[in-house]
């Protein structure tokens, strides 16, 4: 299915920031409204140097279904907060490279089963 993708995407950008209100109130997130709409404007803009078509509508797809769970509150609440958990904990981001992400990652979890 190939869709025009140049006003696709800012269609759906359009749909998430107006229905901004309503997931706010659905999910009772306590943010304000223009926090989640600056959220959703940057889900966007992270992929706004995408050329290759496959990859547009692939992200198109998956925005259209992200929109439809949230919007179908098939979401449980942290599922919407962990695009804000970046931004409130700094220990949250991706680690530099891949292998000390998995490093740490392998001895947190050991360090959780010695405790056990």
């Not at 920031?17 to 404007?41: D, F, G």
């Not at 292998?99 to 089963?113: D, H, P």
């Amino acid at each position: 299915m190939a869709w025009d993708s140049r006003g696709d995407d800012l269609n759906w950008a359009n749909g998430w920031i107006l229905q901004a209100p309503e997931i706010q109130t659905m999910y009772s997130l306590n943010m304000p409204v223009a926090q989640l709409r600056t959220k959703m404007r940057e889900e966007f803009e992270r992929h706004r140097y995408v050329n290759q078509m496959g990859v547009v509508d692939m992200l198109l797809f998956q925005s259209h279904a992200e929109f439809q769970e949230t919007l179908n509150y098939w979401k449980q609440l942290p599922h919407i907060l962990k695009y804000f958990r970046a931004d409130e904990d700094p220990n949250a981001r991706l680690p530099q490279n891949f292998m000390s992400g998995f490093l740490e990652a392998s001895s947190s979890s050991f360090s959780q089963l010695q405790l056990s």
